[in-house]
T-cell receptor
Framework: GAVVSQHPSRVICKSGTSVKIECRSL??????MFWYRQFPKQSLMLMAT?????????EQGVEKDKFLINHASLTLSTLTVTSAHPEDSSFYIC????????????FGDGTRLSIL | AQKITQTQPGMFVQEKEAVTLDCTYDTSDPSYGLFWYKQPSSGEMIFLIY??????QNATEGRYSLNFQKARKSANLVISASQLGDSAMYFCAMEFKGGGNKLTFGTGTQLKVEL
């Protein structure tokens, strides 16, 4: 089945650091990828839609200058948390779908980000 | 707007018993998909089962089945013969064709399987 790889799985860094998270579709091409954020004991909240070759579409309330998204190829999207602060600590997870219609999306394993 | 509701924050079931996790949805779009995902404590999202709004039959995948009642706008997940490894958080999600394939998630149900 479709596989999505996300890296790194865990990041611990100091406040003010910028952190890049990669999401790769390993055996299919993904024109669209999605980035979610999940706080403990809560559901997944969509942050943005990453579109290959064009600008990402951000959900209301998500700072585009804070969470930079780049989707330079059909197999790679990156999320950069710029100048991270403790309140950015969360679980970030990406997903991708390989088709135009409806159907299952496949998720990466997520990244646990801890800002000290 | 699309909305997914899971009213059971936590459920307990005994091993080998069946359990039903509830999910209701609201949308005015005629074309949509409903999903169930399992999230163990390690965090990954595991796809379990999918039901399209135009599918005539209820979806089944091994021990998982989806009780799709379109008129009631419900898509309950039934897990048969529960196993200890089924203990996890379960999310119902919806995608609609006019929404760019974005998923909207419910709040989740924490399932614990007991001996």
């Amino acid at each position: 089945g479709a596989v999505v790889s996300q890296h790194p799985s865990r990041v611990i860094c100091k406040s003010g650091t910028s952190v890049k998270i990669e999401c790769r579709s390993l055996d299919f091409q993904a024109t669209t990828m999605f980035w979610y954020r999940q706080f403990p004991k809560q559901s997944l909240m969509l942050m943005a839609t990453s579109n290959e070759g064009s600008k990402a579409t951000y959900e209301q309330g998500v700072e585009k200058d804070k969470f930079l998204i780049n989707h330079a190829s059909l197999t790679l999207s990156t999320l950069t948390v710029t100048s991270a602060h403790p309140e950015d600590s969360s679980f970030y997870i990406c997903s991708a779908g390989a088709r135009d219609g409806l159907g299952p999306q496949h998720f990466g394993d997520g990244t646990r980000l801890s800002i000290l | 707007a699309q909305k997914i509701t899971q009213t059971q924050p936590g459920m307990f079931v005994q091993e080998k018993e069946a359990v039903t996790l509830d999910c209701t949805y609201d949308t005015s779009d005629p074309s949509y998909g409903l999903f169930w995902y399992k999230q163990p404590s390690s965090g990954e999202m595991i796809f379990l089962i999918y039901q399209g709004s135009y599918d005539q039959q209820n979806a089944t995948e091994g021990r998982y089945s989806l009780n799709f009642q379109k008129a009631r706008k419900s898509a309950n997940l039934v897990i048969s013969a529960s196993q200890l490894g089924d203990s996890a958080m379960y999310f119902c999600a919806m995608e609609f064709k006019g929404g760019g394939n974005k998923l909207t998630f419910g709040t989740g149900t924490q399932l614990k399987v007991e001996l």
